[in-house]
């Protein structure tokens, strides 16, 4: 009885030490952080929000540019349409008319 009682008592003792180095040792050591810090959240919603700015006025300016390369086309056919629309009328109506779309 006494026997098992001091492999006991010598069992917790070592058991103890044990979970007290390792305590130290989990306490000394920095845990390593985990990939997503707080600081690489806040830098990369930085940088999104630069970049959607970024791409947002890229294509603004691309759309401006087609929307209005579009407007100068039409407006363009317009004015030949009426330019030769004039011409029809000044000839009289003799045989001058339109070209459809296509056609000139």
Known sequence: MQDEKKKREEREK???EVRA????ASAKSQKKKGFMTPERKKRLRVSERELSLTLWTYFSEFFLLISSKQLSR???QKNKKQLLLGLAASQGGRG???PTRGQG
């Open 14 to 16: 070592k058991k103890a």
């Open 21 to 24: 180095r390792l305590e130290a």
């Open 74 to 76: 039409n407006n363009h």
């Open 96 to 98: 001058a008319e339109a």
